[in-house]
DNA sequence: GCCGTTGTTGAAGA
DNA sequence: CTCTTCAACAACGG
């Protein structure tokens, strides 16, 4: 689930649910998700300090407070809520912070990612800027740079941070443009077309916080048993590219 | 038991 | 060195 518009989300579910609110309780239901730091210290450092306003850099959450800083990842399946102290805990809430009146919850099935209580320059070390930051200029230098396929690119992480399998399929046929295209072979029209479709589902996306899912877009179609563009109606492919399944109309994209 | 999964990583190969 | 693929991580559904 979590791609860059998901983790604004989470930033907005946690700025308005915990900011400037005191952490009563830390509590650490399973601790495969703690990373460099085990149950104790994490609730000796957050317990007591302050919330505040949360940052988002590509698919990472930076929770501030007057102390430490905690970074989330969601890997496949995390989530963050914001729950009343009576709802009923969900087998997969791995942790909860407790704050006045409310729960937050790191919730994720499969226990991919989780939390770094850590510096975040460390651990954003490796990340390009965000994909909602990187301007045209920028944008075209960073794929004339690149040796192999446009996906893959968009996917890196350490180029642009926050696309991942669904919005860089979307992205790229919004843009018209092959998802096996070489990433430095694009011509200057083409590159225009896709930095401008990468800001615009990005922005529908945040604003809906996820890939809308409507039969207008591709992403609506994924997963039917016999995909076609809602475009022009021909019939998607599925293919693995850099790892992942890629789904796209070679009837529109070029 | 098989296959697949909106993510990332390290190892191995091209 | 650059880039890609692969297996692994863990858990679940079809």
Not at 5 to 19: T, Y
Not at 200 to 228: E, F, K, N, Y
Request: glycine share 10%; proline share 6%; aromatic share 4%.
């Amino acid at each position: 689930m979590p791609e860059l518009p998901d983790v604004e989300g989470f930033r907005e579910i946690l700025a308005s649910c915990a900011r400037g609110r005191r952490i009563k309780r830390v509590e650490v239901m399973d601790a495969d998700v703690l990373h460099g730091a085990g149950a104790r210290r994490l609730a000796r450092e957050l317990t007591g300090r302050r919330l505040a306003e949360p940052e988002r850099h590509g698919k990472w959450l930076l929770v501030r407070t007057d102390g430490p800083t905690v970074l989330l990842h969601f890997g496949m399946t995390g989530l963050l809520l914001c729950c009343d102290a009576d709802e009923p805990r969900h087998r997969h809430d791995r942790v909860v912070l407790t704050v006045d009146g409310h729960e937050l919850r790191y919730r994720d099935q499969r226990k991919l990612r989780g939390l770094w209580p850590d510096d975040p320059d460390r651990v954003l070390s490796d990340q390009g800027p965000d994909a909602m930051d990187l301007g045209l200029a920028d944008f075209r230098e960073l794929l004339s740079a690149r040796r192999g396929g446009l996906k893959s690119a968009l996917m890196n992480q350490s180029l642009l941070a926050g696309l991942g399998n669904l919005t860089a399929d979307e992205i790229l046929w919004r843009a018209r443009l092959r998802p096996s295209r070489a990433a430095s072979g694009l011509t200057g029209e083409e590159v225009r077309r896709l930095h401008a479709r990468l800001r615009s589902v990005l922005r529908s996306s945040i604003r809906v916080g996820q890939i809308p899912p409507r039969p207008s877009w591709l992403t609506g179609h994924r997963d039917d048993a016999d995909p076609h563009c809602p475009r022009c109606d021909g019939r998607l492919r599925r293919d693995r590219i850099a790892g992942r399944t890629a789904v796209w109309c070679p009837a529109c994209q070029r």
